[in-house]
């Protein structure tokens, strides 16, 4: 197939939200990561998105609009909830998903079957006006083949999805640079499934408790059920085994420069690029996390390459946005964590 390429343009958004009614797939912009996106109410346009990303089909998917009036207008949800309608009023439009009882409206290939459906208002410009020109909300996974690191550049896009789509439209680069925080508001408590810019401490601050689900920060066993079915795959991966490394930057420095440099690449902070023998990629300043959210899956696809085997990486501490940062690289790294201290 061939793919368009198209920018911010009005008569390019034009022919974005053309295809999209027609049932066709485009690659967009979102302030988060780049979202593979089709019309929430339309399931054949929807597993359309499955395939182009060879993803399972049990795991849901977010449905995107351009405002909370969409909600009702479409029917997306059954009821919503007052402490939902609290954290819609504080962080939307933004980087924060919100899972409630379905509607009738929704198809269940965007639902995978489930009686929730979980929704999210993006504040990228883009990706707003071609909800706006197509009169669709967007159901829409992050445009990535399924497995790989989430794209948050056109050209990551451009390097999974082209020929498998009818176009990607250009938004520059994404400003947050990891997926949106998704939230839960069917248990009793409501629970963070995924961290991510939106911390547990900012939705506490407006609705009281909330927990944080178990398979945030720990593996989840084969067998277990999970809250979210995207917990249960292996994710962000490049070729190569990702190490990380718990400890100070000296101890880091002197741990990957006693290793044979042949096949290594590093991922590490700006400062410590030049004291490092094996390859690096630099991802922002140490003391920079929102930075380094920024970079964290650039630097991830940078490292998959078929001369490198092994890559080390700092450990974050999951604390703050940090956990956001703790959660997609410790999946990347399959749980393996080194302490160097
Ligand atoms: O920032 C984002 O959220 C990006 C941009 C494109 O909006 N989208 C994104 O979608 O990251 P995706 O499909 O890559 O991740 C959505 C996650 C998956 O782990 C999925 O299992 C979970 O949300 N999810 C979706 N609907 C759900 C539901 N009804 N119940 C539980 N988990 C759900
Ligand atoms: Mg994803």
Redo the contacts with the bound molecule.
Sequence with gaps: METLLLDGKTEDLEKAAQIIKDGGVVGVP?E????LAADALNGAAVKRIFEAKGRPAD????V?IKNIDDIDRYSLVSEIPDKAKALMKKFWPG?L?I?MKKGENVPDEV?AG?S???V?F?SHETVRRIMELSDRPLA????NISGRP?PTAFSHVVNDMYGKIEAIVDGGDCSVGV??T?I?MVTDVPRI??P?YITPEDISSVIGDVEVDKAVLNQIESNEKV?????KYKHYSPRAKVILLRGESEKFIDYVNSKDIRNLAVICYDEEADRIDAATVTEGRENDLEEQMRRVFDALRKVDRDDIDVVYAHCPKAQGIGMALYNRLIRAAGFEVIDIE
């Excluded at 795991?59 to 977010?62: A, D, K, R, T």
């Excluded at 829409?140 to 445009?143: L, Q």
């Excluded at 809250?227 to 917990?231: I, L, N, V």
Aim: aromatic share 2%.
């Design positions: 979102t988060t990561v780049y979202g795991n849901p998917l977010i995107h980087p998903t899972i639902t489930l929730t459906v979980a999210r993006p829409a996974p992050s445009a989430s997926e949106s998704v839960t499934l995924r991510g809250a979210s079915p995207g917990m």
